[in-house]
C-alpha cells in the first residue's frame, strides 16, 4: 500500500514562485512514476509534471520551462518547483504516484491537494 500526503500551497504573486512537496508512505520502493497534476472548478485534472524511474520526465504543455520536478525515490519524496506562476496556474494540486507490485495491477495512487493561488 502507498498514501501521499502534500503541502506547500498558498497564495503568491504573479511572477513569483512556490514549491510544492509530497511524502510518500508505505511501499515506497514499489513506486515507479511520481508526479503532480492540477485541477480547477469544472474542468479535468491535467498533468504538472511526472518523473519516472528511468529519470524521463513529463511536463504540461503551459508549464513553458517554469517548473522542475525531483524525486528521491529512496526517501519517497517529491517536489515541484515553480517559477514565473500566472494567474492560471491557480488549481489543487495533487501528487501522484505509480505503484507497481510484481504480479499485481498498477494502481494510481492521489495525494488529497494542495491548493495553490496566483493572484496580486
Known amino acids: 500500500q502507498v498514501q501521499l500526503a502534500e503541502s506547500g500551497g498558498g497564495l503568491v504573486q504573479p511572477g513569483g514562485s512556490l514549491t510544492l512537496s509530497c511524502v510518500a508512505s508505505g511501499s515506497i520502493s514499489e513506486i515507479f512514476t511520481m508526479g503532480w497534476y492540477r485541477q480547477t472548478p469544472g474542468k479535468e485534472r491535467e498533468v504538472v509534471a511526472t518523473?519516472?524511474?528511468?529519470?524521463?520526465?513529463t511536463f504540461g504543455d503551459f508549464v513553458q520551462g517554469r517548473f522542475s520536478i525531483s524525486w528521491d525515490s529512496e526517501k519517497g519524496t517529491c517536489e515541484l518547483q515553480m517559477k514565473d506562476l500566472k494567474p492560471e496556474d491557480t488549481a489543487i494540486y495533487y501528487c501522484y504516484a505509480l505503484h507497481d507490485r510484481l504480479g499485481e495491477p498498477r494502481k494510481d495512487v492521489w495525494g488529497q491537494g494542495t491548493r495553490v493561488t496566483v493572484s496580486p
Open positions: 518523473k519516472k524511474v528511468t529519470d524521463r520526465t
